[in-house]
């Protein structure tokens, strides 16, 4: 069978800000002089929280591939099981309708 659930079990996120930028205007100048300190919040903020982001949005995004990518290759092999049932039909019929001439 094909895979249809992904679960994230384990998740050690270590996203380091090094610099953070603002720019345009005076008050993005004033802001700028705490981008230190913004970075360091920034990076605690990223680690504390991406990894319950990609729980919930990552698994339910996998789900929804694994569902898709499993009918797809389901009607594949549907697909070639009625070709080769259809072929199999066919080649039986022709054996037959060939003795039955003789």
Excluded: W
């Amino acid at each position: 069978p094909f895979p249809t659930l992904a679960t994230l079990s384990t998740c050690q996120p270590n996203f380091d800000v090094h610099d953070v930028q603002f720019t345009g205007s005076a008050s993005a100048k004033i802001i700028g002089l705490f981008s230190k300190t913004i970075s360091k919040k920034l990076t605690t903020v990223l680690n504390e929280h991406v990894c319950s982001l990609i729980k919930k949005n990552g698994e339910k995004a996998t789900d929804e591939a694994f569902h898709a990518a499993g009918e797809y290759l389901g009607g594949l092999i549907l697909h070639s099981s009625e070709e080769d049932s259809s072929i199999s039909t066919t080649s039986t019929k022709s054996l037959m309708s060939l003795a039955t001439q003789r």
